[in-house]
């Protein structure tokens, strides 16, 4: 069995992402867009939290595992099963180089 076999991407998972465009009067228009990732996966992360201003803050709660060629960048929005998922740092392949990208997440609804 293969590296990328045994993490079981098997499931579909949407991600969000908000492009603007100048409306040409010196405006911004907002476009959403929705792209599905068929081999991915979403586990939980064991709910680190760090302190930020004296405040207790989750800092991610799961993380996205997808194929190296997925194109998930930082600003986009993680939507699986019903819920919601903000990405909280930046999308890196660390597990094996070439085989999987790892993207931290926090959970918003």
């Not at 680190?48 to 996205?64: C, E, F, N, R, T």
């Amino acid at each position: 069995m293969s590296f990328i076999n045994s993490l079981n991407l098997i499931n579909a998972v949407g991600i969000v992402r908000e492009t603007m465009t100048s409306d040409g009067m010196g405006g911004f228009t907002a476009t959403t867009s929705t792209v599905t990732l068929g081999r991915a996966a979403i586990w939980s992360a064991g709910g680190s939290k760090s302190y930020l201003s004296d405040q207790l803050m989750a800092v991610s709660s799961h993380v996205l595992a997808c194929l190296p060629s997925a194109d998930v960048l930082y600003t986009d929005t993680v939507t699986y099963d019903g819920e919601r998922y903000e990405i909280t740092g930046h999308p890196d392949d660390i597990l094996q180089k070439g085989s999987v990208k790892i993207v931290p997440l926090k959970k918003v609804n």
